[in-house]
């Protein structure tokens, strides 16, 4: 039987993405086949960017679906805590920072899934002097 390549012309290509991705992540809890809105579990597909420079840590994370009232922030000065739900998905990121900051100083905005958060380097401890 000959397959009418008009009705889906990228079909095989797709379904050879999937084989590919799935072999390549081989023993993650991960499943490429699931339906978008599918539960994936926790931070399955959160994407975290950390930009470090000399005034500033600002750390930006994609939370899709999530209301702004559906997201609590934590911070140690070391650590940075995202925990975020959604109807579908729920997120649970810990983020590593660069270096120490000041976390009474963060500044966090969401818009259109986007969490920004921005945070001042903590001061250095100051020197003791030995007498």
């Known amino acids: 039987m000959r397959r009418d390549d008009r009705d889906e012309p990228f079909d095989d290509l797709f379904r050879e993405i999937e084989r590919m991705m799935n072999d390549m992540m081989n023993g993650a809890d991960v499943n490429f086949e699931s339906k978008a809105g599918a539960d994936a579990g926790f931070g399955a597909d959160t994407h975290v960017d950390v930009h470090d420079t000399d005034e500033e840590i600002r750390v930006i994370a994609d939370l899709p679906g999530v209301e702004k009232k559906n997201i609590e922030l934590e911070c140690d000065g070391k650590t940075l805590t995202i925990s975020a739900q959604s109807e579908h998905r729920e997120y649970d990121e810990r983020i590593s920072l660069p270096r120490r900051v000041n976390e009474h100083t963060a500044n966090a905005t969401y ?9 001042e380097p903590a001061d250095q401890s100051s020197g003791i002097s030995l007498e």
């Open 111 to 119: 818009n259109n899934g986007v969490l920004e958060v921005v945070f």
